[in-house]
């Protein structure tokens, strides 16, 4: 079996029963996820061993997630069409009117309508429309419950940690060893609030990507011969309220936004959030 080129080609090896037994929402997302490799096709339980060994020989020619995310949006954007959006705003809290959806990302408005269209006051980058997409397609919209967790504790992150820690953690914390002063600001300019007094470090700081999906960034200075240290927590209904994918997304993006900032040593008029 040839490499696929587009996820609609593995869709179409699928049932479209929709069962959630992979753990997706629908077939489709599943078919996404395939080809982005965030799951292998195996863990559908419905094809056939033949077609799983067929594919998997050429499971290694696949892109990563970022270079498909762009259609992983566009898929997401079709499914926006299909469902109530006055009703998805009440499940995760934001606002529908004129037929748009918007919310808070950062503190700058972010809207999709019905026909999937997105618009914003920032620029729209996909490490902030697919999880903004997937805030509203597929998150349950439970209240933040202030007890925070690491990315490897949250459902499925512990074997996707190791490429957290490189993409976000690892980046985020050379950003605070190197521009310390800059990077409070940083984390305060978007909006951030103090983290409680059990969580405090020398910089601490709770920031709110999307209106019930918050992040905690806690960095310790180097003391007393101790190296410096930086972790990402997520609140432990992050991985209801967006897929274990876009919750990555969210950290590594973050962690880019503020590295282009840092190198700039200040903050241009309008942030872009390139």
């Known amino acids: 079996m040839p490499p696929p080129q587009n996820a609609m080609e593995i869709y179409k090896l699928l049932d479209k029963s929709n069962c959630r037994e992979c753990g997706e929402q629908t077939c489709l997302a599943f078919a996404a996820a395939v080809y982005q490799g965030r799951k292998e096709i195996q863990r559908c339980p419905k094809l056939d061993q033949a077609t799983i060994v067929r594919f998997s020989d050429n499971s290694k020619d ?9 259609e992983y949006l566009e898929i997401l ?3 926006v069409c299909n469902i109530d959006l006055a009703a998805a705003a009440e ?13 808070k990302v950062l503190g700058k408005d972010f809207s999709v309508d019905t026909s999937g269209k997105l618009s914003a006051d920032i620029h729209i980058n996909p490490w902030v429309a697919v999880p903004f997409l997937d805030y509203i397609r597929y998150g349950q919209g439970l209240p933040v419950s202030e007890t925070w967790l690491s990315f490897r504790e949250l ?4 074997e996707r940690y190791p ?20 990077f409070d600001d940083l984390v305060r300019i978007f909006g951030g609030k103090q983290v409680q007094k059990q969580f405090e470090s020398d910089i601490s700081v709770i920031l709110h990507p ?16 101790l190296a410096s240290s930086l972790n990402v927590f997520f609140d432990d209904t992050a991985d209801k309220n967006l897929t274990i994918g876009s919750v ?6 973050l962690c880019q936004m503020f590295e282009k900032l840092a190198l700039r040593h200040g903050f241009p008029e309008t942030v872009s959030f390139k």
Not at 155 to 158: P, Q, T, W
Not at 216 to 224: H, I
Not at 248 to 253: C, E, K, R, T, Y
Request: glycine share 10%; charged share 30%; with cysteine.
């Open 62 to 70: 696949q892109n990563n997630v970022e270079q498909n995310r762009d």
């Open 91 to 103: 499940r995760v809290g934001a606002d529908f009117s004129g037929g748009k959806l918007t919310l």
């Open 155 to 158: 459902k499925d992150g512990k």
């Open 248 to 253: 990555f997304s969210l950290g590594a993006g």
């Open 77 to 79: 954007q079709n499914e």
């Open 210 to 225: 999307l209106p019930r999906v918050p992040i905690m960034l806690c960095y310790w200075l180097p003391e007393d011969g």
């Open 163 to 182: 490429l957290f820690q490189k993409r976000c953690e690892a980046p985020m914390k050379r950003v605070a060893d190197t521009y310390t002063d800059l």
